[in-house]
């Protein structure tokens, strides 16, 4: 049997591994990472979190070597989440001077100044029903969880946040935010939105770790049916009028079409979040011994480059930086 007479041949660009790297479209680099750290007033010493091995809630006293260990390793910035001692209906701690990330922002700036700090801005770790805002009955109220947010993100940029990122899926969040922010002088300040967020069962671990579960009911209501497309470019093209600095698309893996949309219809520098579930499913396979954790985890961290992502929040930055420097070497 004859063969074609002309054979396009691709297979030319892929003969050495020089040659591979130099048609390499996508790169990784440790200055994409963000770490997710989850700071306990109520503990002295780290408790791990059981569905996120590797991952600890940390007391207070390690906020200052965590953020030395990461910036250590060139990661850029890390992501504060507070579990606070003091529940109530509002989440008053969220914007309590001494609160538990207002302290934990004070030991990051302290231990390592150039480390970009970034606080997640929302209710549920504060409130003692779990939901992300105010509520009247079983409803979470925008409006008045959007005065509560502005007191929140003054009450960051106060304790010397670097950044704060909203996270609550609240209408006019962007905006409430950025015009508190700026009417207490903060005008520098940046706002990691995460615009596009998924009412998703990938959270699962996280509300282990964050102890946030809801009391009743779910996120359904502020946080975005997973079979929306149109509306995630909705949500972002809204907060980048409401004058968001960076976008966030969350989760990630499931959600890469998502990411790719959020990119080619808007300007702002993009976020990833590779959630607790995606980072659960991972640790159990690779305990099993049924993946090689490495190449599936620095595969993932390409692919959401790929996808459009500038920034990833990932529990496996620790260990992204650890083997991107190995490579190097
Ligand atoms: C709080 C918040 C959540 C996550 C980040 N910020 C949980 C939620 O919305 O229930 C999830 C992070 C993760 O799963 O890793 N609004
Ligand atoms: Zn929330």
Request: proline share 5%; with cysteine.
């Amino acid at each position: 049997m004859a063969l074609p007479e002309l054979i396009i041949r691709p297979r030319r660009l892929r003969k050495t591994a020089t040659i591979r790297s130099m048609v390499r479209e996508t790169s990784l680099s440790v200055s994409d990472l963000i770490y997710p750290v989850f700071v306990d007033e109520s503990i002295d010493a780290p408790v791990p979190v059981a569905s996120m091995p590797g991952v600890s809630r940390i007391p207070l006293h390690d906020v200052g070597s965590i953020a030395r260990e990461a910036h250590g390793l060139g990661i850029p910035g890390i992501i504060l989440f507070g579990i606070p001692k003091h529940k109530d209906a509002v989440g008053s701690s969220g914007w309590a001077t001494d609160g538990i990330v207002q302290r934990a922002i004070r030991e990051a700036k302290d231990a390592c100044p150039d480390l970009c700090v970034i606080a997640d801005t929302c209710f549920c770790e504060y409130t003692d029903h779990g939901h992300c805002g105010v509520l009247d009955g079983h409803e979470v109220l925008n409006d008045a969880t959007l005065v509560n947010l502005q007191r929140e993100a003054v009450s960051y940029a106060e304790a010397g946040v670097d950044m704060v990122a909203p996270s609550g899926m609240m209408d006019g969040m962007i905006a409430a935010i950025r015009s508190a922010l700026d009417e207490a002088g903060f005008h520098d300040l940046p706002i990691m939105s995460y615009a596009v967020k998924y009412a998703s069962a990938y959270f699962g671990p996280f509300r282990d770790a964050a102890d946030s579960t809801p009391a009743f009911g779910d996120r359904a209501s502020y946080q975005m049916d997973p079979a929306n497309r149109r509306e995630a470019i909705r949500e972002a093209l809204l907060d980048v009028a409401e004058g968001a600095d960076m976008l966030m698309v969350k989760p990630a893996l499931a959600y890469m079409d998502i990411i790719r949309e959020v990119r080619n219809e808007t300007r702002l520098p993009l976020a990833v979040y590779n959630v607790s579930g995606e980072y659960a499913m991972i640790k159990a396979a690779a305990a099993n011994g049924w993946i090689d954790e490495r190449r599936v985890v620095m595969e993932t961290m390409l692919s959401f480059k790929r996808a459009g992502a500038d920034l990833i929040l990932t529990y496996h930055a620790l260990d992204v930086a650890r083997w991107l420097t190995q490579t190097h070497q």
